[in-house]
Nanobody, 123 residues
Framework: VQLQASGGGRVQAGGSLRLSCVVS????????MAWFRQAPGKEREFLGG????????PQTDSAKGRFTISRDNAKNTVYLQMNSLKPEDTAVYYC?????????????????WGQGTLVTVSS
């Protein structure tokens, strides 16, 4: 399974970006997908996840009300819509996938990762 994240870039504070993550390879399984981010010098942070049929998990406080996760299974793609971006949102954003049920907010739960896409928010 390969994950390809895209959509990062530089944006001013208050702006929006939509990240995409395309799953390729073995796409016949029902993957639980999640978005994480990692700022310089910080641990990888869970932002939120989405189940195969579209139900989303609770999001981290930093994402609530500003970030929305969605998926299009026909396109094998998961999205992270980010609005009202702040300089503290600057990080490398990763998508991740797993097939095994269980916990979802720990990076160690995920065997499959995208390469990351950099988001820079300027003030």
């Amino acid at each position: 399974v390969q994950l390809q994240a895209s959509g990062g870039g530089r944006v001013q504070a208050g702006g929006s970006l939509r990240l995409s993550c395309v799953v390729s390879g073995r796409t016949d399984q029902s993957y639980f997908m999640a978005w994480f981010r990692q700022a310089p010098g910080k641990e990888r942070e869970f932002l939120g996840g989405i189940r195969w049929k579209g139900a989303t998990t609770p999001q981290t406080d930093s994402a609530k009300g500003r970030f929305t996760i969605s998926r299009d299974n026909a396109k094998n793609t998961v999205y992270l819509q980010m609005n009202s971006l702040k300089p503290e949102d600057t990080a490398v954003y990763y998508c991740a996938a797993k097939t095994i049920l269980g916990g979802y907010n720990a990076a160690a739960e995920y065997p499959y990762w995208g390469q990351g896409t950099l988001v820079t928010v300027s003030s």
